[in-house]
């Protein structure tokens, strides 16, 4: 079956980058983006970004472009993201997520996200 | 790409319906019928009930429906359970290419 399974939480400083890893199984890891989502406390969701695993091409929300960097291991068919400089405001539970269905006619990048990793707490504090 | 709005929580008893609605602009989900839904209960990863402004992936019941008019998504709730009682969220794609903007979501609250 179609797993996603996340590293463990992470604590950081002010200032300081995180790499967070999303290893898939049960799909054919480079025929699906993936993508990364993250939920502050009490908040929706937030896309973050995405990859497609065939050519390595990456998208991001505003928001994070120049802070971000989502790459990609085809041989372990694991995602890894990494933001940097962060700050209070990126304390957030960081979820990877993919479209394994492709539900409806979106097509592309924008399909329904169908399955989610069981997310990674991220704090920062000093 | 603000995040969609939608009302912080609604209440319901066992078996009454219930409405949810999102609301946008014609930047995403009055342009677009790509308005999903989830279900995310506490602790867990959201969960997708809706694609396409009204459809159901598999598995998911029928009790669950959705519909637009405008710049308004919205999700129906019929034969309310105690299993219901969640947070629910809406999305859209958006004219900016971003293919996800989440609502700000809705705690259902079952009596």
């Known amino acids: 079956q179609v797993q996603l399974v996340q590293s463990g939480a992470e604590v950081k400083r002010p200032g300081a980058s995180v790499t967070i890893s999303c290893v898939t199984s049960?799909?054919?890891?480079?025929?699906?983006?993936l993508h990364w989502v993250r939920q502050a406390h009490g908040q929706g969701p937030e896309w973050v970004g995405r990859?497609?695993?065939?050519?390595?091409?990456?998208y991001y929300a505003g928001t994070f472009r120049g802070r971000v960097t989502v790459t990609r291991d085809t041989s372990t068919s694991t995602v890894h993201m990494e933001l940097r400089s962060l700050t209070s405001e990126d304390t957030a539970i960081y979820y990877c997520?993919?479209?394994?269905?492709?539900?409806?006619?979106?097509?592309?990048?924008?399909?329904?996200?169908?399955?989610w990793g069981q997310g990674t707490p991220v704090t920062v504090s000093s | 790409q603000s995040a969609l709005t939608q009302a912080a929580s609604v209440t319901g008893s066992p078996g009454q319906s219930i409405i949810i609605s999102c609301n946008g602009t014609n930047n995403d989900v009055g342009a677009y019928n790509f308005v999903s839904w989830y279900q995310q209960h506490p602790g867990r990863a959201p969960r997708l009930i809706i694609y396409?402004?009204?459809s159901r992936p598999s598995g998911v019941s029928s009790r669950f429906s959705g519909s637009k008019s405008g710049n308004t998504a919205s999700l129906a709730i019929s034969g309310l359970q105690a299993e219901d009682e969640a947070e629910y969220y809406c999305?859209?794609?958006?004219?900016?290419?971003?293919?996800?903007?989440f609502g700000t979501g809705t705690q259902v609250t079952v009596l």
């Open positions: 990859i497609h695993p065939s050519g390595g091409h990456t």
């Open positions: 396409d402004v009204n």
């Open positions: 049960g799909f054919t890891f480079t025929n699906h983006y």
């Open positions: 999305s859209s794609f958006a004219r900016s290419g971003t293919p996800s903007v």
């Open positions: 997520a993919t479209q394994i269905n492709r539900w409806g006619s979106c097509g592309g990048d924008c399909y329904p996200l169908d399955h």
